[in-house]
């Protein structure tokens, strides 16, 4: 089975600075799927932004990006201009491309935004 | 639009007893999935449903735990009898159709068990 890992249990980023929290990933396959789910407190999961494999450009959406590495295995996401809403576990998760589509994710992150 | 709503949102039960959870999709999601989330760990996928038959339920303990879609709409998962270790968050998610691999999930709130 595929493992993801998430090194950092726990960030902290000030108001309106860049965190990047990392993320490592083992497996065999060429093709598949790579996530950032963010949940808040109030544990409602929300999906941040996406990567798919075969695509070498790096991901963004709007102050969220990704710093894909195929080779590394490493899918670390930059939160740019940190505002307070930012605060909750990220984590991250991979999509096999075979048989069923299989979700692993990581073990989480807890970042903290400082005013 | 509805997002995906789950009940009940808190359960406490004596190891041994029998419990389950139900979740209705966002309207018109093919595809439905249940996770398990243990106290500092992230979600582990138990089952997958597309419409009313499963994708994939090579997580699932099936000696203790079942889930049932029958008619493709709403869900129902059940744990009998409940051991200690089974305490955690039970986080039900949909997608529109589940073809692609990108698709978006919409998570609903989760259900919180704890097994005394």
């Known amino acids: 089975a595929q493992t993801v890992t998430q090194s950092q249990p726990e960030m902290s980023v000030q108001e309106a600075e860049t965190v990047t929290l990392s993320c490592t990933y083992d497996?065999?396959?060429?093709?598949?799927?790579l996530f950032w789910y963010k949940q808040p407190p109030s544990r409602q999961m929300i999906l941040v932004i996406r990567q798919e494999a075969y695509k070498q450009q790096n991901a963004t959406e709007n102050r969220f990006s990704v710093n894909f590495q195929k080779a590394a295995k490493s899918f670390s996401l930059k939160i740019s201009d940190s505002q307070l809403g930012d605060a909750a576990m990220y984590f991250c998760a991979y999509r096999s491309t075979n048989t069923g589509n299989q979700f692993y994710f990581g073990t989480g992150t807890s970042l903290t935004v400082i005013p | 639009e509805a997002g995906v709503a789950q009940s009940p949102r808190y359960k406490i039960i004596e190891k041994r007893q029998s419990v389950a959870f139900w979740c209705n999709p966002i309207s018109g999601h093919a595809t439905l999935y249940w996770y398990q989330q243990i106290l500092g760990q992230g979600p582990k996928l138990l089952i997958q449903f597309q419409n009313n038959g499963v994708v994939d339920d090579s997580q699932l303990p099936k000696d203790r735990f079942s889930a049932e879609r029958l008619k493709g709409v709403d869900s129902t998962l059940k744990i009998q009898p409940a051991k200690l270790e089974d305490s955690a968050v039970y986080l039900c998610?949909?997608?529109?159709?589940?073809?692609?691999?990108?698709?978006?999930?919409?998570f609903g709130p989760g259900t919180r068990l704890l097994v005394l």
């Open positions: 497996t065999s396959e060429s093709d598949y799927y």
């Open positions: 998610a949909s997608s529109l159709n589940g073809q692609r691999g990108d698709e978006t999930q919409y």
